[in-house]
């Protein structure tokens, strides 16, 4: 069982950053981890993932380019540095661990509670 706990959310204008934090429970974190989002009225939505060991990731087209997802399996910490923040980036931001890398959030097995992001314009 591993339990993740997101931070680093918060109240932003339009063109700053944040960066988001994924702290995983447990002595390691072998898992491949997504970072969804959810604005109300909308579904979730895969933002990016990054695989086991970092070697693979990947980004929904509406971040690519402003987000960056990395990880430090040594601190069990995954992270999603946000730039050029849109009000449309404004969300619930959840991470998500599983066995393999993916977009679609059924395979993800963990969840965390939530992190809010808001984008001022």
């Known amino acids: 069982q591993v339990q993740v706990v997101e931070s680093g959310g918060g109240l932003v204008q339009a063109g700053g950053s944040l960066r988001l934090s994924c702290a995983a429970s447990?002595?390691?974190?072998?898992?491949?981890v997504g970072w969804f989002r959810q604005a109300p009225g909308k579904e979730r939505e895969f933002v990016a993932g990054i695989s086991r060991y970092g070697s693979s990731t990947n980004y929904a087209a509406s971040v690519k380019g402003r987000f960056t997802i990395s990880r430090d399996n040594a601190k069990n910490t995954v992270y999603l540095q946000m730039n050029s923040l849109k009000p449309e980036d404004t969300a619930v931001y959840y991470c998500a661990a599983g066995p393999f890398l993916g977009t679609q959030s059924a395979r993800y097995d963990y969840w965390g509670q939530g992190t809010q992001v808001t984008v001022s314009s």
């Open positions: 447990g002595r390691t974190f072998n898992y491949a």
